[in-house]
């Protein structure tokens, strides 16, 4: 019930919106390819982390994998918003993406782009960028590949029982997260960074992945904490919980240090080309920047330090909430400045669809939750698992 009233009432927000302001083609597509990677990186970030857990046969995880399982069942639907966003920019549905308007690549013409005509080779020539579309399907190939093996191999655990299946998502987990450390940073690149084409960064793709990351951890934490409130994961206890909040905590840092780094290196440096992207972003949206910055990086250091802190799921539920809509607003501003440019506001359309994306995860995520048992039946570190403690 919850899940359709967020739908309903972000579907009444979009409503308001269109009669309010009318309707805004670009602002539109901005904030649905926000909202589709927003929710499309939470569940990539699910994927990478049970691959990790498989990687490193981490004990402690087994019994809340089925939900990094739920997590990450979005990732169809994220890739599809994606994908969508990008054949309309082809077909010049809107213009979030620069480079893809051929004019730029013509010598002579008003619209000539020295900068991004030399980008060629890696992005293409606007709508003949086949480089670009062949990474795009190599990318979304990939993870629905793996998504859809994961879960399959996790099921016929529970039924066979035995190690076979086990090491087989041992290798193939290893396998992905050699796919994943070079796709996560080339995908941060095709499909946000080239927003912004005149610039670049070569921290770029590790600050995404890092919020990518958190995000799905303070996400899946989310969950463990309702579904242990309903009772359906007894044998999760307070030790995991912690494990799960020290992550959330680490991985927050994380991401601090590496958008600080970014940051403080360009700033410094003050390069013409470099800098453009942060005055435009420190001259229109000051506010929701820095804000955003220092929110992900205080209240996890202020308030997750303490071992306390890190048991106690108030406290887990009300930062990871908050930490979450800093991480969302972080990518809005990813999107927004080389789109809207200074031109942005925030009103009903921007909660609207925010809102109808979140009902649309957590329905989609609770339905894959229902499939199947929570707690795993015959994984080899099952008992382990259930007896952990710190």
């Given at each position: 019930m919850f899940t359709y009233t967020l739908v309903i009432i972000g579907a009444i927000f979009l409503g308001v919106d269109l009669v309010v302001n009318g309707f805004d083609g670009q602002r539109f597509w901005a904030n649905l390819y926000t909202c589709g990677f927003f929710?499309?990186?939470?569940?990539?970030?699910?994927l990478f982390f049970i691959a990790l857990q498989y990687v490193t046969e981490s004990a402690w995880a087994?019994?809340?994998?089925?939900?990094?399982?739920?997590?990450?069942?979005?990732?169809?639907?994220?890739?599809?918003?994606?994908?969508?966003?990008?054949?309309?920019?082809?077909?010049?549905?809107?213009?979030?993406?620069?480079?893809?308007?051929?004019?730029?690549?013509?010598?002579?013409?008003?619209?000539?782009?020295?900068?991004?005509?030399?980008?060629?080779?890696?992005?293409?020539?606007?709508?003949?960028?086949?480089?670009?579309?062949?990474?795009?399907?190599?990318?979304?190939?990939?993870?629905?590949?793996?998504?859809?093996?994961?879960?399959?191999?996790?099921?016929?655990?529970?039924?066979?029982?035995?190690?076979?299946?086990?090491?087989?998502?041992?290798?193939?987990?290893?396998?992905?997260?050699?796919?994943?450390?070079?796709?996560?940073?080339?995908?941060?690149?095709?499909?946000?960074?080239?927003?912004?084409?005149?610039?670049?960064?070569?921290?770029?793709?590790?600050?995404?992945?890092?919020?990518?990351?958190?995000?799905?951890?303070?996400?899946?934490?989310m969950f463990v904490i309702y579904l242990k409130g309903k009772g359906y994961l007894p044998n999760v206890n307070e030790n995991h919980i912690h494990d799960m909040g020290k992550w959330m905590f680490a991985i927050s840092i994380l991401w601090s240090y590496l958008w600080f780094s970014q940051f403080m290196l360009i700033w410094y440096s003050n390069i013409p080309e470099e800098v453009t992207?942060?005055?435009?972003?420190?001259?229109?949206?000051?506010?929701?920047?820095?804000?955003?910055?220092?929110?992900?990086?205080?209240?996890?250091?202020?308030?997750?330090?303490?071992?306390?802190?890190?048991?106690?799921?108030?406290?887990?539920?009300?930062?990871?909430?908050i930490i979450l809509c800093g991480h969302f607003v972080d990518i809005f501003i990813v999107i927004m400045p080389g789109t809207m440019f200074g031109h942005w506001h925030f009103s009903f359309l921007e909660v609207g669809m925010f809102l109808l994306f979140a009902g649309i995860f957590v329905h989609t995520v609770l339905r894959t939750l229902a499939k199947a048992p929570l707690t795993p039946v015959n994984h080899p570190y099952l008992d382990e698992a259930i007896h952990f403690h710190q």
């Open positions: 929710f499309f990186a939470i569940s990539l970030g699910a087994v019994l809340i994998k089925r939900v990094f399982e739920g997590v990450m069942s979005f990732l169809p639907i994220g890739l599809a918003v994606i994908l969508l966003v990008l054949v309309a920019g082809f077909f010049h549905g809107h213009h979030l993406f620069h480079w893809m308007n051929p004019d730029v690549y013509t010598v002579g013409h008003e619209d000539f782009d020295l900068i991004i005509a030399n980008k060629t080779p890696y992005l293409g020539v606007g709508g003949d960028s086949w480089f670009f579309w062949l990474r795009t399907l190599v990318y979304t190939a990939t993870f629905l590949i793996f998504l859809v093996l994961f879960r399959k191999w996790s099921l016929q655990e529970d039924q066979k029982g035995g190690l076979a299946t086990h090491f087989k998502m041992y290798r193939r987990g290893a396998l992905f997260l050699v796919f994943f450390s070079v796709f996560s940073t080339t995908l941060s690149w095709d499909w946000l960074m080239s927003i912004d084409t005149h610039w670049f960064s070569t921290l770029y793709g590790w600050y995404i992945f890092s919020g990518m990351w958190v995000s799905a951890t303070i996400v899946t934490l992207y942060f005055l435009d972003r420190w001259e229109n949206y000051k506010i929701p920047y820095m804000t955003m910055f220092f929110v992900n990086l205080l209240f996890p250091l202020l308030i997750l330090m303490s071992r306390d802190a890190k048991r106690n799921n108030k406290f887990l539920i009300v930062t990871g909430l």
